[in-house]
């Protein structure tokens, strides 16, 4: 009898331990998610920085103050009007704003000149709206003057007004290519907008995959105890957590994106995110997930909202373990060159459909906030914080979990990128247990540590290392505590 019943304790503990993956597979791949999703935003625009960077148009001739060389400005409106239109062709925005005022004191000066400065200089101070305006108020009383229609294509483009934009890019290279080898270097800065445009508003994003190494698959707490012993220490009844499972295998992620532009600043953004680890010799503890997302974007210099449906589907092994449908919001908003803050909130019903999960089917909602800080060019710190909460049918699978998240990304030249990146989260579930006798409580800890090398590059490909550690702390030890660390090699290509 005492045997029967140490073989029923060791089933029901099998069982509970198979369960654990699949109950902590939402809550791990949440970093994972985050970094995919956010790292692609980035790098867009990062691209547009680097594009107005690069289509900067050449000085203008050298007729005036020029490295630290004086010339004498005669207080006329030619002599100024020149002085003024250099000084915006030169960037030089405190002497256009020295100009401007001088300029517009003086009788008969060129309106169209002090909406082209108005133009500049509120394209400079970020006010492109404003620039917009000053712009095309110019070219409807001077609708052939070239230096104003480039301004206003490049205004569209920084502005997110991509269907604008194209339209311009395209009207201005009609007419620069009929002018002659005088306009080469302005037609170079016309193809390289147009180029960013088709970038921006084709697919885009990232794969990575390649062989990977778990020092526990199945998350396993190892536990043992003897429940009930004889007098001469022979064990009669005991509780034992199956061992931690060693494996190789296969790991992979990957991100693509696709925006449509609309008329102004609006979009239709489609966005695919797949991650997950297949393990060959031990095949049911493979876990993968894949979320779809189709909806409304609105995108501005400063700010970008999204707002669309998501459909989720995770995978334990061979099976569908849940489908989730539901919403997801994003605000993404650039407090200066340096400084950006992201806000998401996603809401989706989870439906588990594998046999013996569906007592966690329910509603999950979360809400996250990011910032990220440019401390040099080549290093970027982040940190954010998060807040989910889980309902079930009966409350016994129901949790409210906070965290945050820390960490850098760092740049060392054109040889090796490192990210890093740290979390904490506290999951605590909302009714006891009486089959365990507590209230769950679980303290979630997870390093992730990538190292890229586009030194190493060959056939578009980049070679990455990957370390991951998580340890999880329970009030229910016995059970839900472990540790695993994971190691992969993969390639990676951005596109």
Not at 8 to 28: E, G, K, R, W, Y
Not at 385 to 398: Q, R, W
Not at 449 to 467: C, D, Q, R
Request: proline share 3%.
């Amino acid at each position: 009898m005492a045997r029967f019943a140490s073989g029923i304790s060791c089933i029901l503990c099998t069982m509970i331990a198979f369960a654990h993956p699949a109950a902590a597979q939402v809550d791990n791949g949440r970093d994972t998610r985050l970094r995919l999703d956010q790292q692609l935003d980035r790098r867009r625009s990062e691209d547009d920085r680097r594009t107005l960077e690069d289509a900067e148009p050449d000085a203008a001739p050298s007729t005036i103050v020029i490295d630290g060389q004086s010339y004498t400005v005669r207080d006329t409106v030619d002599d100024v009007g020149k002085a003024l239109y250099i000084a915006i062709g030169r960037r030089q925005w405190r002497d256009v704003d020295r100009f401007l005022a001088a300029y517009r004191k003086l009788d008969g000066h060129d309106a169209a000149l002090v909406l082209y400065a108005q133009g500049a200089l509120a394209r400079n101070a970020g006010r492109l709206s404003e620039a917009e305006s000053r712009y095309r108020a110019l070219l409807a009383a001077k609708p052939d003057f070239l230096p104003a229609q480039l301004e206003l294509a490049r205004v569209l483009f920084e502005n997110h007004k991509d269907r604008e934009a194209q339209r311009a890019f395209r009207a201005l290279r009609l007419r620069l290519v009929t002018e002659g080898a005088h306009a080469e270097g302005v037609l170079r800065s016309v193809d390289t907008f147009a180029a960013a445009l088709a970038r921006r508003n084709g697919w885009q994003g990232n794969l990575a995959f390649g062989p990977s190494y778990s020092t526990n698959v199945n998350q396993s707490s190892q536990s043992y105890a003897c429940l009930l012993s004889m007098d001469d220490g022979t064990c009669l009844i005991d509780r034992k957590v199956p061992d931690a499972i060693k494996a190789a295998g296969l790991s992979f992620e990957g991100v693509l994106n696709r925006r449509v532009p609309l008329a102004g600043h609006g979009g239709v953004r489609a966005r695919v995110i797949a991650f997950g680890d297949i393990y060959p010799q031990h095949h049911r503890y493979s876990q993968a997930t894949a979320i779809v997302r189709v909806g409304y974007d609105y995108q501005t210099s400063r700010d970008q909202i999204a707002l669309s449906p998501s459909f989720e589907l995770g995978t334990l092994g061979s099976s569908a373990l849940y489908r989730a449908a539901g919403g997801n919001f994003e605000w993404t908003h650039t407090f200066s060159p340096r400084f950006t803050g992201r806000f998401e909130g996603n809401l989706r019903r989870f439906d588990y459909t594998l046999s013996g999960y569906q007592a966690q089917s329910g509603p999950l909602g979360d809400v996250g906030l990011t910032g990220w800080y440019a401390l040099t060019p080549s290093l970027t710190l982040f940190a954010g914080v998060d807040l989910a909460v889980k309902n079930t049918p009966g409350f016994d699978e129901g949790y409210r979990q906070w965290g945050g998240r820390i960490g850098a990304n760092k740049a060392f030249g054109q040889s090796v990128n490192l990210f890093v990146l740290g979390s904490y989260r506290q999951r605590r579930n909302r009714t006891y247990s009486e089959l365990f006798a507590a209230t769950r409580k679980d303290d979630q800890y997870n390093v992730t540590a990538i190292a890229s090398a586009p030194a190493l590059k060959f056939a578009g490909l980049v070679p990455e290392l990957v370390l991951q550690y998580a340890r999880v702390e329970s009030t229910v030890d016995w059970l839900y505590s472990y540790r695993r660390t994971s190691v992969a090699l993969r390639l990676g290509r951005n596109f």
